[in-house]
C-alpha cells in the first residue's frame, strides 16, 4: 500500500476552515484517497474519499492535486467537536479493500 | 450502511487469561476487520476475517494468539489468548473496507 505523510497536529480556531495536508506521492493509478477522523474513545468514522477529481460533501471537502501526489482536507467552518485524529489513507476502493492508517494529524479546535 | 455493536466496551483481565470479543453487524457483510490500536498509536490491521474460510493475518499476528471466528455474514469474534499486559490495547472490529468502513466503539482491554 501507498503511504501518506501528515503533520502531526495542527490547531484551527472555531468557525475557520481547517485545511489538513497529505502527501502521497507513491499512490498508485487505482488507489483512492480516503479520509477518516478518530474522535477520543470512538472508532474511526468515514469522511469522504476520491480518485482525481475534487469531493465535496456534507462533512468535509477534497481536493487533490493533479498529479495526485498530494491531497487536502478541508473542513469549511471548524467547531470544537472537529477536534479529532485525521487519517489521510491511500488504497484501492472496494468493501474488502483493508485500510492502512498512517500515524494521522491531531486537529485541535479552539475558542 | 450496516451498524456495528461490539462488546465488551472494556475489560479488565489476569494475565494468563483469553478474552473474547463480538462484533455484530445488523445486515450481511461479506469481509470483516479486526484492528489493534495501542495506547496512543494508531490502528494496525490484525486481520480480514471472510465467512467460511479462515482468517487472514497481518505480519506480525498468528492464529494461536488472536484466533477468529466468522460463523456468519453478521458475526465475528476476535479472542485475545494467553494475554500479558503487552495485550493491552483497543480492538476494533469493521466492515466496508475502502469504499466507506464502518468501526465498531472498539474494545478497552488492560492486562494486569
Known amino acids: 500500500d501507498a503511504k501518506t505523510t501528515q503533520p502531526t497536529s495542527m490547531d484551527c480556531a472555531e468557525g475557520r476552515a481547517a485545511n489538513l495536508p497529505c502527501n502521497h506521492s507513491?499512490?498508485?493509478?487505482?488507489?483512492?484517497v480516503y479520509w477518516y477522523r478518530q474522535i477520543h474513545s470512538q472508532g474511526p468514522q468515514y469522511i469522504i474519499h476520491?480518485?482525481?477529481n475534487n469531493e465535496t460533501n456534507e462533512m468535509a471537502s477534497l481536493i487533490i492535486t493533479e498529479d495526485r501526489k498530494s491531497s487536502t482536507l478541508i473542513l469549511p467552518h471548524a467547531t470544537l467537536r472537529d477536534t479529532a485524529v485525521y487519517y489521510c489513507?491511500?488504497?484501492?476502493?472496494?468493501?474488502?479493500?483493508?485500510?492502512?492508517f498512517g500515524t494521522g494529524t491531531r486537529l485541535q479546535v479552539t475558542l | 450502511s450496516a451498524v456495528i455493536s461490539q462488546k465488551p466496551s472494556r475489560d479488565i483481565c489476569q494475565r494468563g487469561t483469553s478474552l473474547t470479543i463480538q462484533c455484530q453487524v445488523d445486515s450481511q457483510v461479506t469481509m470483516m476487520f479486526w484492528y489493534r490500536q495501542q495506547p496512543g498509536q494508531s490502528l494496525t490491521l490484525i486481520a480480514t476475517a471472510n465467512q467460511g474460510s479462515e482468517a487472514t493475518y497481518e505480519s506480525g499476528f498468528v492464529i494461536d494468539k488472536f484466533p477468529i471466528s466468522r460463523p456468519n455474514l453478521t458475526f465475528s469474534t476476535l479472542t485475545v489468548s494467553n494475554m500479558s499486559p503487552e495485550d493491552s490495547s483497543i480492538y476494533l472490529c469493521s466492515h466496508g473496507g475502502g469504499t466507506e468502513a464502518f468501526f465498531g466503539q472498539g474494545t478497552r482491554l488492560t492486562v494486569v
Open positions: 507513491t499512490i498508485s493509478g487505482n488507489e483512492y
Open positions: 489513507i491511500v488504497g484501492p476502493t472496494g468493501t474488502a479493500s483493508k485500510l492502512t
Open positions: 476520491g480518485l482525481k
